[in-house]
Each structure stands twice: as structure tokens, then as C-alpha cells.
């Protein structure tokens, strides 16, 4: 099946701890993106990458760490630096850049 | 940077009812989806409608982009339309990524 995977559904941080949340891809796209979406809130951008080993930050990149090495994949790493980590993260990709964006089924993270 | 405001923000029918969305944005745009993310979490695909019509069952979508607006048309509502309803936006010049309105929570009832 094509698709975004988004692993792990539920992560659970100590305070002072970096965490990596992990997206792939099997659609060919180009572009991927994480959002942050907090209760009752829109989703924010966090970082963006057009293509392997290029990547721009978003709206709220501060305390969050990326990579792009392959294709396929766009981990984010949230580092003791975000001062309110909890919250449901949610990766994207596209084919291209502002085209049609399709998401995974998100990591929700909590911090304990 | 783009503004996008979505109305309302809170809506409750009957089931059989038909209700409007609405978006508004602040400029011009060439990306325009909308979203429907169910109790999970998970965002549904809609559209992808920066300009025109466009019809999928009991769902269309209308933009003017010249006029900054886009409108989501439910008709004969059912239960499982039950969810937030997102609109989001890429600005023609700026950063890559999608903006995103608050949302209408939209609750149909049997």
C-alpha cells in the first residue's frame, strides 16, 4: 500500500529527554512537512524539505531537529529545548512543492 | 504572513440537514485543501481546489480565488460527518507548507 507512516502512534518523554518521532514515505514525493497541532487548535509548521538533504524551517522550528538523507524519510527530533513538547505531531508529503498534501496518522506525545 | 479564518466554528445538525463551510484568506493563494479529521487524529483529503468546483457524493467544494474565499457544501448529512472540518492554505509567494484555519467542529445528530 502506498502511503505516509508515521511511527510510534503514542510516545511518552521525560522531561530533559530528546525524542525522534519517524515518517516514510512511499509515494516517490518530493516534499515532505511536520505539523504540530495542539487541542482545539489548526495545525502549525514545524519544518519543511523540498528535496534530500535540503531542508527550511517552518513557523515554530525553535527546540525541534531535522533530517533528510533519503527520499522517503523526514525525522523530526524534539529536544529538551521545546519548552511545551506535548502535543499530536503530524508528518506530510507532496509531490512537489505546494502541491496536494497527504498525511500520515500521527504521534501523539506526551511528556511525563 | 496568509491569514485564514474559518466560520463557524462550531455547528450542530440534524441528520438530513445540508450545512455550508466557509474559508476566508488573505491573499492570494495556489493551494487550497480541506480536511476532515475524524476522532482519531487522522486528516482526510476533501479537496484540492485552488480555484473552480468540484463535486465528490454529497460533498463539493467552491473557491473565487480572486474574491479569497472558498465554501465546503454537505448535503444530507449523515453521523459519520461528525468531525472538524480544516481548511488550509499555501500563499503564492513565502514559504512552502499549508496554513491552516482553527476549524469547524461540526456535530450531526440522529
Known amino acids: 500500500d502506498g502511503g505516509i507512516t508515521q511511527s510510534p502512534k503514542y510516545l511518552f518523554r521525560k522531561e530533559g529527554q530528546n525524542v525522534t518521532l519517524s515518517c516514510e514515505q512511499n509515494l516517490n514525493h518530493d516534499a515532505m512537512y511536520w505539523y504540530r497541532q495542539d487541542p482545539g487548535q489548526g495545525l502549525r509548521l514545524i519544518y519543511y524539505s523540498q528535496i534530500v538533504n535540503d531542508f527550511q524551517k517552518g513557523d515554530i522550528a525553535e527546540g525541534y531537529s531535522v533530517s533528510r538523507e533519503k527520499k522517503e524519510s523526514f525525522p523530526l527530533t524534539v529536544t529538551s529545548a521545546q519548552k511545551n513538547p506535548t502535543a499530536f505531531y503530524l508528518c506530510?508529503?507532496?509531490?512537489?512543492?505546494?502541491?496536494?498534501?497527504?498525511f500520515g496518522q500521527g504521534t501523539r506525545l506526551t511528556v511525563v | 504572513g496568509i491569514q485564514v479564518e474559518q466560520s463557524p466554528p462550531d455547528l450542530i445538525l440534524q441528520e438530513g440537514a445540508n450545512s455550508t463551510l466557509r474559508c476566508n484568506f488573505s491573499?492570494?493563494?495556489?493551494?487550497l485543501q480541506w480536511f476532515h479529521q475524524n476522532p482519531w487524529g487522522q486528516l482526510i483529503n476533501l479537496f484540492y481546489i485552488p480555484s473552480g468546483t468540484k463535486q465528490n457524493g454529497r460533498l463539493s467544494a467552491t473557491t473565487v480565488a480572486t474574491e479569497r474565499y472558498s465554501l465546503l457544501y454537505i448535503s444530507s448529512s449523515q453521523t459519520t460527518d461528525s468531525g472538524v472540518y480544516f481548511c488550509a492554505v499555501a500563499a503564492g509567494g513565502g514559504a512552502d507548507g499549508l496554513t491552516f484555519g482553527k476549524g469547524t467542529h461540526l456535530i450531526i445528530q440522529p
Open positions: 506530510a508529503s507532496s509531490i512537489e512543492r505546494r502541491a496536494e498534501a497527504f
Open positions: 491573499d492570494s493563494v495556489n493551494n
